[in-house]
């Protein structure tokens, strides 16, 4: 996908989203993590996308989402007041600029995985 094609989703999505430095248009109806595959850009690990493996952990540094359930065990209550957030189950109300969290930063190993 180049620019041009990035810029038309643009047209049609009225939130920028900025994650790692990696920017694409995100619908508010859409995930960020949807946003992010759609646009063609690679910006996180892609994992279940079903808000359980924590995989696409992301810390939201500017801007507003909510978000659908996720795992507790890779997100706490404390966590998503901290602005922790899955980018499969954050839905953004606003801008965002967010940050990805490694793996190794939470102490649950992927689904399907020994940890």
């Known amino acids: 996908m180049d ?23 995100c619908r508010a109806d859409q995930s960020l993590l949807a946003a992010m595959i759609a646009s063609g ?3 996180l690990a892609v994992g279940c996308r079903s808000g359980g493996c924590g995989v696409c952990r992301i810390r939201i540094q500017a801007g507003r989402c909510s978000t659908g359930h996720m795992n ?27 940050v990805p969290l490694p793996r190794a930063s939470f102490g649950v190993a992927p689904v399907g995985r020994a940890a």
């Not at 890779?74 to 899955?86: M, N, R, T, Y």
């Open 72 to 98: 507790r065990a890779v997100v706490s209550a404390a966590d998503e007041q901290a602005g922790i957030v899955l980018a499969c189950r954050a839905y953004p109300s606003s801008d965002i600029r967010a």
């Open 3 to 25: 620019d041009r094609d990035v810029e038309g989703l643009t047209q049609a999505a009225p939130f920028q989203i900025e994650i790692g430095g990696v920017r694409f248009p």
């Open 41 to 43: 850009r690679k910006a």
